[in-house]
């Protein structure tokens, strides 16, 4: 008897080059901004290639950098739950290529095919999931436990077949704002990093995974230190 052939995996590239006519791609540059805080909210955005931040700016004019996208990740979702404006910024920190998808189009998709509403409703759950250790770190951790949780996120630790060693450049000045810290206390530790092997940067950055074991073994005098220092 012939082997039954096995259903071909989801893609979702494939998936949403079909939405002729409900869609747009477009490239940006470095910094460039994709949405503004304040903009009208009527589309959800996918990331081809290349890395944005999504920044929130409070009526004093100070900036907190409150996520990162990579490649295969969507953001401004929040207009499929009634958000009529859009509550952050998005720019680009490379160049990146970036689908716009229309609101309407992607309502009319979660409800009609079931593989995509799988796929996006996982995605979604998790990125919760990931808010909800986002806000216990910063509650519970040192700094310098929060930095390097960050980094082994930006290098897709744990991400099955997503992991890379080699990230985007990114500031020093972006990662306090992530980190909820002062760019002279990101810069200490990352020197410290360097120095015990967890990291490597000479115009790009190196993430090794034995930087995980700041962020999972607890040297009480070390974090006494890192307390007092925070």
Known sequence: MAKAKKPKPFS????????????SVSEYRKHQTVFSQGDAADAVYYVQEGQVKVCVISERGKEAVVALHGKGDF?????????????????????????????????????????????FLSYILARNARVEEDLVDQLFNSSEKRLARVLLLMAN????GRQESVIAKISQET????????????????????????????????????????????????????????
Not at 12 to 19: C, K, N, P
Not at 157 to 160: A, N, P, S, V
Request: aromatic fraction near 8%.
């Open 12 to 23: 979702v590239e494939v998936f949403l080059s079909t939405l002729d006519g409900e869609r």
């Open 75 to 119: 953001f401004g979702e929040g207009c499929l739950t009634g958000q009529p404006l859009r509550l952050a910024t998005v720019a680009a920190m490379t160049d990146s290529v970036i689908m716009r998808i229309d609101k309407a189009a992607v309502v009319r998709v979660l409800k009609d095919e079931p593989k995509f509403s799988d796929m």
């Open 157 to 160: 630790f744990g991400k099955e």
């Open 175 to 230: 990662l306090a704002e992530m980190v909820g810290t002062t760019r002279s206390r990101v810069s200490y530790f990352m020197n410290k990093f360097r120095k015990l092997g967890f990291i490597e940067y000479n115009g790009t950055l190196e993430v090794h995974n034995s930087l995980l074991n700041v962020v999972l073994h607890d040297n009480p005098r070390l974090k006494r230190e890192a307390d007092d220092r925070d």
